[in-house]
C-alpha cells in the first residue's frame, strides 16, 4: 500500500475542522510558477519531434552554470548533466539502470525518503539502513545514497562527514548518490553538495548529485530534474534511458532553462519558504513540540514524545495533517514531519490553531 493512503482517516478528521484542513503532509508546492518559466514553456510548445534523452546543450550548460553560480560546484562539463523526469523517477529506477541485483547491496540513510528503499527492491537488490559507515562492517555496497540537506529530518551532512563517505567509497569502488533536492534551502547552515571542491577536491569520479526543479523553482508539475557528476556514470545512464524512452519532453527541457538561468525567482521562493518557517517552527514549540535537526529544507521533524500516530491525531484534531515520522524508518516512530509548503494564509492559520493549543 502506498503510505499516504494509510492517512485517510485523519485526513478527514482534519477536513471537518471548521476553518478548513491545512494540509502539511507533503511538500508539494502552491506558489505559482514564474511567469520567465511559463513562458518559456509556451514559447517551446510547437516541438513536434522526440525530444533528446540527453537534454538539449542549452539545458546542460544552464545546469553547469547555476551549479557552480548557485553552489560553488566546479569542474562540471555539459555531458556530465543529463535531465530526468522528476529526481523521484531516478531514484527509483536508479539502481536498475546501474544493472544492480540480488548480488547487491543498496545502503539508504536510517530515516529516508522511501523512494530510495523501493528502487533498490525494483532491482531486486538488498537494502542497508546505515547512518555509519562503521554500521556496514566489511560489507563492499552497491550503491550509498546520501540526502543533505535529509528529508524528512532535514538534518545537514557537515563537509568532515562528507569527505569521509567519498574518500570511503573511491576506496572499495562504490558509487555515491546524493540527493540535493534541498540544497538551495539551508536556513542554520550552508549545506555543501558531494560535488563540492571542499568535498571532493574536484574529482566526480563515482559520484552523483540528483536535483530538482521542483522546490527551488515549484516545478514539481513540470517534472524537471536532473543528475550531475561522474562523466562516465552519465553516459551509461543516458545509453539504458535511450532505450527506455526516458526523455523530458522539449518544452519542458525549455522551462528548465529558464529557470536555471534566472536566480532572482529562486530567491523569491526561497524567502517565502524562510517566512513560512520563521511563523510555524515557534508555533510548534510554544505547543510543546521538541523539533530536532530541520537546519535546512522544507520541513520540521518534530515530536511530541509519544508514537507517532497519536501526533499525527492530535494535530488532525485542530485541521493540521502532517506526515508520520514511521514512513521513512523506524527510527522516526515519535516524530511527524511538518511541510512548509502550504499558503501564507494556511501557515498562518496553523500557527494559529497550535497557539490557541498552548494557551
Known sequence: MFPWDTLADVTATARAHPDGIVDLSVGTPVDPVAPVIREALAAASAAPGYPTTAGTAALREAAVAALDRRYGITGLTPTAVLPVIGTKELIAWL????????????VVPELAYPTYEVGALLAGAAVARADSLTQLGPSVPALVYLNSPSNPTGKVLGVEHLRKVVGWARERGVLVASDECYLGLGWDTAPLSVLHPDVCDGD???LLALHSLSKTSSLAGYRAG???????????LLAVRKHAGMMVPTPVQAAM??????????????????RRREQLLPALRGAGFTVDHSEAGLYLWA???????????????????????????PRGAQHVRVALTATDERIAAAAARLADSAR
Open 95 to 106: 539502481p536498475t539502470l546501474l544493472g544492480l541485483g540480488a548480488a547487491d547491496t543498496v
Open 257 to 274: 532553462v529558464a529557470a536555471l538561468d534566472d536566480d532572482e525567482h529562486e530567491r523569491e521562493q526561497r524567502a517565502r519558504y524562510a
Open 204 to 206: 566526480h569520479t563515482g
Open 226 to 236: 536532473f543528475v550531475a557528476g561522474d562523466a562516465a556514470v552519465v553516459a551509461e
Open 303 to 329: 515530536t511530541r514524545g509519544e508514537p507517532c500516530r497519536d501526533t499525527l491525531a492530535w494535530l488532525a484534531e485542530r485541521g493540521i495533517l502532517v506526515a508520520p515520522g514511521e514512513f521513512y524508518g
